[in-house]
C-alpha cells in the first residue's frame, strides 16, 4: 500500500501546481476594473488600489484608463492616505486638463489638504489648529478657491465654499494667536502688525473682534492715543456688547500683560 500511496501523492502535487493562479489566463480590461469597483464597493481600499494601479500599469491608455485614475483618488482618500490622495488628484489634472471631472480631482485634492494634519484624537474631540503649521490648509484653500472660480456651478463647490470660510477663520486665529505670543512677551510692535493683518486681510472673521482691542491696548502702550481711540471706536460700533468692553466701553483685556510682566516673561522666555 505505501508503494501505491506515495505515486498517487505526487500526482496530487503536481495537478496543485497545474492549478496555480499564476497559470490562469490574464483579465481583460473590462474584468480587472469590474474587481476593482467590487473592491471599492466592499471598502476593501487598499485591495482596490493595488488593482487600479495593475489596471494603470497593464492598460495605460485603455478604454478605463481615466475612470481608474479618478478611482484610484478615491480609493486613496477613503484609506486615509491624503498625501497620495494629493498625488494621484495632482498627476490627473495633469494627464487629463480638459476632463469634465476636473472639479471632483480639484474637490478631492482640497479635501486630503483639508484633512493632511488631522491626527487621531483631532477627529475624537474639537480641536484647534489655529496654533498650529497651517501650510496644507492654506493649499486646501487654494485648491477650493480654485474650484469655485472655474466651476462656481459645480455640486462640490457649496461645500468647498463652507470649508474655505472654516480655513480662513482658522487662519485668522493663527495670526490672533501670534498676536497675543508677542504681547505677552513684551513685543508690542509685533503684536501690533499681526493685529493689523488679521483686521486688514480677514475682515468678517470673528478673529477681528479681539484683534481691535489688541490694537488698543499696543496703540495705548506705545503712547499712541489717536490711533487707539481709533481703534477702540471701530470696536464700540461694529460689537457693543463685546467682551472686551468694560461698562463706560474701555478695552478689557484680562491677559493682557502689564508692562513688568511683559518684559518678565520676555527675559525669562514665559516662563514666570
Known amino acids: 500500500m505505501p508503494r501505491l500511496l506515495w505515486p498517487l501523492l505526487c500526482l496530487l502535487i503536481l495537478a496543485g501546481c497545474a492549478a496555480n493562479p499564476e497559470d490562469r489566463p490574464e483579465l481583460t480590461e473590462a474584468d480587472q476594473y469590474r474587481e476593482a469597483r467590487e473592491s471599492i464597493e466592499s471598502k476593501n481600499y487598499l485591495t482596490a488600489i493595488d488593482q487600479l494601479k495593475e489596471l494603470e500599469a497593464r492598460f495605460p491608455y485603455g478604454d478605463y484608463a481615466e475612470q481608474s485614475a479618478l478611482d484610484l483618488i478615491y480609493a486613496q482618500y477613503k484609506s486615509v492616505d491624503y498625501p497620495a490622495t494629493v498625488v ?3 498627476r490627473f489634472m495633469r494627464n ?4 469634465p471631472r476636473m472639479d471632483y480631482a480639484l474637490y478631492m485634492r482640497g479635501l486630503a489638504n483639508f484633512n493632511m494634519e488631522k491626527g487621531l484624537f483631532d477627529n475624537m ?3 484647534d489648529r489655529s496654533s498650529k503649521d497651517m501650510a496644507a490648509a492654506k493649499d486646501a484653500f487654494r485648491d477650493f478657491e480654485r474650484l469655485v472660480s472655474r466651476f462656481p456651478d459645480s455640486e462640490y463647490a457649496p461645500d468647498a465654499r463652507a470649508r474655505m470660510v472654516h480655513i480662513r477663520n482658522q487662519l485668522a486665529r493663527q495670526e490672533l494667536h501670534v498676536a497675543r505670543y508677542y504681547a505677552r512677551r513684551g513685543a508690542i510692535v509685533a503684536s501690533l502688525n499681526r493685529a493689523q493683518y488679521v483686521v486688514k486681510h480677514y475682515q468678517h472673521t470673528p478673529a477681528v473682534e479681539e484683534s481691535l482691542a489688541i490694537m488698543v491696548k499696543g496703540y495705548q502702550r506705545l503712547e499712541l492715543p489717536k490711533q487707539a481711540e481709533k ?4 470696536l464700540a460700533l461694529n460689537w457693543p456688547n463685546s467682551t472686551f468692553l468694560d461698562d463706560d466701553k474701555h478695552v478689557d483685556l ?4 502689564d508692562e513688568d510682566n511683559g518684559l518678565l516673561s520676555l527675559l525669562t522666555f514665559d516662563l514666570l
Open 254 to 257: 484680562a491677559w493682557w500683560p
Open 88 to 90: 494621484a488628484a495632482q
Open 96 to 99: 487629463h486638463p480638459a476632463h
Open 231 to 234: 481703534s477702540r471706536a471701530v
Open 125 to 127: 474631540v474639537a480641536s
